[in-house]
């Protein structure tokens, strides 16, 4: 078999380093190395433009691709639980038909962004009060966490796969996946305290985000091979 060939596998989460002790994988054989931080490996523009949408001037965002495990329907079931928040998708899917049609159904201020540039995005940043990661199925470590806290934005992810300990070192919250109540606490808390978790995300991220860095991850992952 292939897998009996490679020496060591580089686990980008401590749940994916779980997952393959359980299905028999020695653990001396995974060692786990925090995802890169992309923002760390490119050059940054100091100027802010203006996104090239048109967009609210604040609201809440969700980035990525829209199918039904990702949990959006939840995340719109919880905007209809809240009070005058925008909400912007970023993405497309299959789901997104329907997505569109449930917002119309609920009557929530939603806007359906599509796919974007990475320029509109970083601008988009910004006007962000919060990311939400709604997914119902286990996610690995999705780079939307990272660059959101790289921002300073907060986040709020469901407790599936790698996002609560992700969310841990960004200074995010964890709701129960497919809760779109508790997803509608947090998201009204995060929007009326916004500086103060902004503040805590921030210390987080100072905290940690050295980890998530280029330098940082070039070097654990040459340390692997002097092992």
Aim: aromatic share 4%; charged share 20%; hydrophobic share 50%.
């Amino acid at each position: 078999r292939v897998y009996e060939r490679v020496d060591v596998f580089i686990a980008p989460s401590e749940y994916l380093r779980g997952v393959m002790v359980e299905a028999g994988v020695a653990e001396e054989r995974i060692v786990f190395v925090p995802p890169l931080n992309p923002a760390s490996a490119r050059e940054t523009d100091a100027t802010h433009t203006r996104p090239a949408l048109s967009l609210p001037p604040r609201f809440v965002a969700y980035v990525g691709r829209l199918s039904r495990e990702k949990g959006v329907h939840v995340l719109l079931a919880a905007m209809a639980r809240t009070k005058d928040i925008p909400l912007v998708v970023f993405g497309d899917g299959p789901a997104a038909p329907a997505l569109r049609l449930a917002a119309r159904q609920l009557g929530i201020d939603v806007v359906f962004a599509g796919h974007s540039s990475r320029e509109t995005l970083e601008a988009a940043l910004g006007r962000t009060a919060a990311v939400v990661m709604p997914s119902l199925s286990p996610e690995n470590a999705p780079m939307a966490v990272l660059e959101a806290a790289d921002a300073g934005v907060p986040v709020i992810v469901s407790d599936r796969g790698g996002l609560p300990e992700l969310a841990r070192r960004v200074g995010g919250m964890v709701v129960p996946a497919g809760d779109d109540r508790a997803l509608a606490r947090s998201i009204t808390a995060l929007w009326n305290d916004n500086q103060r978790a902004r503040e805590r995300g921030r210390a987080a991220w100072l905290a940690s985000g050295a980890i998530h860095g280029a330098d940082a991850h070039v070097a654990a992952v040459e340390a692997i091979y002097h092992r």
